[in-house]
């Protein structure tokens, strides 16, 4: 079991930043890879950006946050971040952490189908 914890959410203007956070716990030295998710009203679930759990990061970002967000990983601290800069009114949504710890290697990191392990949910609010 893995539990997953996000914070840090709330409201900025555009142009701003936020930097949310996801704390791990259980079972996380089995993850392969993390993931950062959001869904706006009204709309799916959609990728935002992921990073391997161990070993070397690597990291994979969505088209529409590629150079203003920033995934990354603290393993002593089970804990996933994302830095969001430049943030645009678009960007509004509520922003979820995922764990995948089944390494399904055919299922695309991008894939909500990839992640068996959930948060809560924060809520991130760009005003224009």
Do not use: H
């Not at 430049?86 to 991008?110: H, M, N, Q, W």
Request: hydrophobic share 35%; glycine share 12%.
């Amino acid at each position: 079991q893995v539990q997953l914890v996000e914070s840090g959410g709330g409201l900025v203007q555009a142009g701003g930043s936020l930097r949310l956070s996801c704390a791990a716990s259980g079972r996380t030295g089995s993850s392969y890879y993390m993931g950062w998710f959001r869904q706006a009203p009204g709309k799916e679930r959609e990728f935002v950006a992921a990073i391997s759990w161990s070993g070397r990061s690597i990291t994979y970002y969505a088209d529409t946050v590629k150079g203003r967000f920033t995934i990354s990983r603290d393993n002593a601290k089970n804990a996933v971040y994302l830095q969001m800069n430049s943030l645009k009114p678009e960007d509004t949504a509520v922003y979820y952490c995922a764990a995948d710890t089944l390494g399904r290697g055919t299922i695309a990191t991008r894939s909500t189908a990839r992640y068996n392990y959930w948060g809560q949910g924060t809520q991130v609010t760009v005003s224009s």
